[in-house]
C-alpha cells in the first residue's frame, strides 16, 4: 500500500467513525476492494450531482465524496483527495476552536 493510499484510508476512516452506524456500513461497504464495480458509477454520479447543486435535494456535498470514491480506484486521485482529506479536518478543527472561543467569551 503506498503512502497516499495509506493517507486517504486513515483520513476515510476518521469520516467513518463520526457517521451514523447505516451511513458507516454502507460506506465500509463502498470502499471493499469488490465494489468496485459500484463504487466508481455512485462516485461518477455524486460528481455530477455536486455539480448540479443549484438543483433542490442534491448539494455540494456531494462533489467531495464522489471525489473520495473515484479516489480508491483512480491512482493520480488519492494524492490530491488525501491532502484536501488533511486541509479540511485541520480547517474544521480551526473553526471549532474559534467557534469555541468566540461562546466562551
Do not use: C, N, Q
Request: zero cysteines.
Amino acid at each position: 500500500m503506498d503512502r497516499h493510499h495509506a493517507r486517504l484510508e486513515r483520513r476515510v476512516d476518521r469520516i467513518e467513525e463520526k457517521l451514523p452506524d447505516r451511513m458507516a456500513h454502507a460506506l465500509r461497504w463502498l470502499r471493499d476492494p469488490r465494489a468496485t464495480w459500484v463504487r466508481v458509477p455512485v462516485g461518477l454520479l455524486l460528481i455530477v450531482g455536486g455539480l448540479l447543486s443549484f438543483l433542490p435535494v442534491l448539494g455540494i456535498w456531494m462533489l467531495p465524496l464522489g471525489l473520495i470514491l473515484l479516489a480508491y480506484d483512480v491512482p493520480f486521485l488519492k494524492a490530491p483527495v488525501g491532502r484536501a482529506l488533511v486541509w479540511g479536518e485541520r480547517r474544521w478543527k480551526e473553526w471549532r476552536r474559534r467557534r469555541r472561543a468566540a461562546t466562551s467569551s
